[in-house]
T-cell receptor
């Protein structure tokens, strides 16, 4: 059984650019959640996807968007990058209605 | 907005010492989870507590959920350098369908040999 994987591990972008981060869910998990963890902070919920549709969203602007694919993998897209978007982006997979979310190692994004 | 506050923010101790970290909420959660996160890794779930007053033990770690389900503590006995990491508490509500986690800022623990 493979765990949650994310790519890339690190990424450097400049302000105004767009970025796509990818996540492969743990085998058998049909729900994926994305979190942003700024330096020195706890993770903050961005949104969750189930059955390829957004299933709840945190306090993030529309330039943060996502996709979930039939194989339950997922993408997080961020448009018009800002300096404050620099953070560790975590993906977590789970079974729908399940309490336990399993986190990937994250993608560290630096916006210059 | 539900908030979780963790204290202390930083803790540096010697191997063999005991310690307690705290997690306090402004409101009730259906369950509370504790995670440990190491540099370059995602959080790893240690325990989930659900019932007010519940106590769970995981080897040298003891977790307690307050009677009112608004606060929790993590006690480590005889800390070891391998316990070093960021300890995060997270609240979760069973109402609704997305089961999002609300995290505190964490306690960064350093155990010196």
């Amino acid at each position: 059984e493979t765990g949650v994987t994310q790519s890339p591990t690190h990424l450097i972008k400049t302000r105004g650019q767009q970025v796509t981060l990818r996540c492969s869910s743990q085998s058998g998990h049909n729900t994926v959640s994305w979190y942003q963890q700024a330096l020195g902070q706890g993770p903050q919920f961005i949104f969750q996807y189930y059955r390829e549709e957004e299933n709840g969203r945190g306090n993030f602007p529309p330039r943060f968007s996502g996709l979930q694919f039939p194989n339950y993998s997922s993408e997080l897209n961020v448009n018009a990058l800002e300096l404050d978007d620099s953070a560790l982006y975590l993906c977590a997979s789970s079974l729908v209605g399940g309490q336990t979310q399993y986190f990937g190692p994250g993608t560290r994004l630096l916006v210059l | 907005t539900q908030l979780l506050e963790q204290s202390p923010q930083f803790l540096s101790i010697q191997e063999g010492e005991n310690l307690t970290v705290y997690c306090n909420s402004s409101s009730v959660f259906s369950s509370l989870q504790w995670y440990r996160q190491e540099p370059g890794e995602g959080p790893v779930l240690l325990v989930t507590v659900v019932t007010g007053g519940e106590v769970k033990k995981l080897k040298r770690l003891t977790f307690q959920f307050g009677d009112a389900r608004k606060d929790s503590s993590l006690h480590i006995t005889a800390a070891q350098p391998g316990d070093t990491g960021l300890y995060l508490c997270a609240g979760q509500n069973s109402g609704g369908s997305n089961y999002k986690l609300t995290f505190g800022k964490g306690t960064l623990l350093t155990v010196n040999p």
